[in-house]
């Protein structure tokens, strides 16, 4: 009996992915009969007047209200709002890839998407060597594999795929044949991405995920953890690491930005600190969410505090900054 109601569990769960994925779907066609900038800046409008009434938009206030306690509180749903539209032009893009992606090495600056740093990705082609870029949710960066595969650079990336099977494989698809070889972030992910450095090729990883283990770091002052993958691959690979981001620009425009190599925090013997570069990680996605905070996508629960906000319990506190390891 027990094995028969799991069964129908199962199946019910299946059912309601296939329905919400299938209306995803359709909303995604009917965008597509649109000319691209109208269907983007309806999606954006949408999104503003939709977000706010979500269950994760109380998780979107207490996480702002953390990171910027000296804001308003009008100043905090604007950046709310602005977040809400990121995120809704996030997946209303991938119906038009082909056409938002217009870069021209020869037109920099000039048409829809702009690159800055495209020295480094020449150098990259030019000296073949393994390497790290890094970025975050921030603007359309599903965007930046894109330029690496414009540059003729064989970057393997890692990312985490949406938790509803059917819209993960869709989007698995879209990605595939623009962003070269994808890995899941799953069990063996590391191995993956391990032999793609030793192969001399590059890789991409997002950083700023919630992550259950790892270093204890802070964000906006704010302890959290963090994966110490990129670290210890730059332990094993002795690569560079590069950090990357998408920033959106009036218009409808994007600005894909490659900074220089960081320097990775060492110990006294030379060796990687594993620590110390995480928290680094932290630091510069914080620089760039700072400098454009609607652009990033505060609904993670980055800071551990959904289950508390659900339960009714304090979550907007003082900053209280947390460093060391386990």
């Not at 070889?181 to 192969?199: F, K, M, N, Q, V």
Request: glycine residues 6%.
């Amino acid at each position: 009996m027990k094995l028969f109601l799991t069964r129908i569990v199962l199946k019910a769960k299946r059912f309601s992915d296939w329905l919400a994925a299938q209306v995803v779907f359709a909303i995604l066609k009917v965008l597509g009969l649109l000319p691209v900038d109208t269907a983007l800046d309806v999606t954006d409008r949408l999104a503003r007047r939709i977000g706010q009434h979500t269950k994760r938009h109380a998780l979107v206030q207490a996480n702002l209200a953390n990171a910027f306690p000296d804001k308003t509180e009008d100043e905090r749903e604007a950046i709310a709002g602005d977040m809400w539209a990121n995120m809704a032009r996030l997946v209303a893009e991938y119906v038009f890839l082909d056409k938002i992606f217009d870069f021209d090495p020869e037109r920099n600056g000039k048409d829809r998407v702009e690159v800055e740093g495209v020295e480094i990705f020449r150098d990259l082609l030019e000296r073949p060597r393994p390497f790290i870029v890094f970025t975050a949710h921030t603007g359309s960066f599903e965007l930046l594999p894109i330029a690496a595969a414009t540059f003729g650079l064989d970057v393997t990336v890692l990312f985490r795929p949406p938790n509803n099977p059917y819209v993960a494989e869709k989007l698995f698809s879209a990605r595939r044949t623009r962003s070269g070889a994808l890995i899941p972030s799953h069990a063996g992910a590391a191995w993956h991405l391990a032999a793609a450095l030793d192969r001399g090729q590059g890789v991409g990883m997002l950083v700023d995920q919630k992550f259950n283990r790892g270093h204890k770091t802070a964000f906006f002052d704010r302890p959290v953890r963090t994966n110490p993958l990129l670290a210890k691959l730059v332990r094993q690979f002795e690569c560079d690491v590069f950090p990357a981001r998408c920033i959106r620009l009036p218009g409808n425009r994007f600005r894909l930005e490659i900074e220089p190599a960081i320097t990775v925090p060492r110990g006294p013997r030379g060796e990687v600190d594993v620590e110390a570069t995480a928290q680094l990680l932290n630091d510069t996605v914080e620089r760039w969410v700072r400098e454009h905070p609607g652009q990033w996508q505060w609904f993670h629960d980055r800071w551990r505090i959904r289950k508390k906000l659900e339960r009714g319990e304090t979550v907007v506190k003082r900053p209280c900054p947390t460093t060391g390891s386990d």
